[in-house]
């Protein structure tokens, strides 16, 4: 299993996206980046070995995440990160605005509207 | 311009509110009452008791300010403030450290409650652009 650069080139172009552009906001380095365009195979051999035993190829037990789990990974990663530069802060306070910035502005804004107004005990 | 809570929130600070604070200069501009015409909505002018208000369904969700505490004048916060894109077209919005700024003048019960909100919002904006 090796990247093609050219479908991910492809898969930029789409997105209206430059190769650079995606590596910024993917936070990864060229140098990383083609360090890995270079390999045959960007699995660990253990993976491979694995597969091997089985007679199968790895796609057959490899489940990729959700989006969604990424994104949430993605910030908790970065809520720890301000949390250690800024101690002070709220660790909830800073986790909901990083969820709030991941989304369009309209959507926060409506999200809180939506709780100021919808508060209807029963 | 929007200001108050919901513009805190369009720039990502967790908050809740009833309305969206619109802050004109002057609240006699034509533009004012050709939107409200065209959003079914109409201006109740100001009593002793009450402040200006918009009436009818669509408008009723913006409430009218006319002065913000401890802040400088529209025209000179206008040129500081922040162009967002709400469905087709771009409104201005105060900062977010503007906002604070008015509500640690004004700090009544509410404005002291949502401050650490406000506050932590800010630098977390602030961080997060740096990364």
Partial sequence: MYISSKKLKNICKHKGLKLGELLEKADVSKTAFYALVRKEDILPRSIRSIASALGESPSVFLEEESPEERKIKRLIKRMNAIVRRKPNLDRDNVWHTLLLLSERPVVRLRRGLTRGRKIDFH | ?131
């Avoid at chain 2, 108050?4 to 004012?32: H, K, M, N, R, Y």
Wanted: proline share 6%; glycine share 6%; charged share 25%.
């Fill in chain 2, 1 to 131: 311009m929007i200001v108050g809570l919901s513009a805190a929130a369009l720039q990502g600070a967790p908050v809740v509110t009833q309305d969206v604070d619109l802050w004109f200069e002057d609240i006699a501009d034509a533009g004012i009452a050709k939107a409200l015409k065209k959003m079914g909505g109409s201006y109740i002018p100001p009593t002793m008791l009450n402040p200006p208000l918009f009436a009818g369904g669509d408008v009723e969700l913006f409430d009218i300010v006319l002065t913000m505490h401890g802040l400088d004048s529209f025209s000179v916060e206008l040129k500081d403030s922040i162009e967002i894109k709400l469905g087709s077209c771009k409104v201005h919005v105060l900062p977010l450290e503007r906002i604070i700024k008015s509500k640690e003048t004004l700090l009544r019960p509410k404005d002291k409650l949502v401050l650490p909100v406000l506050k932590d919002a800010l630098e977390t904006i602030r961080a997060n652009r740096k990364k």
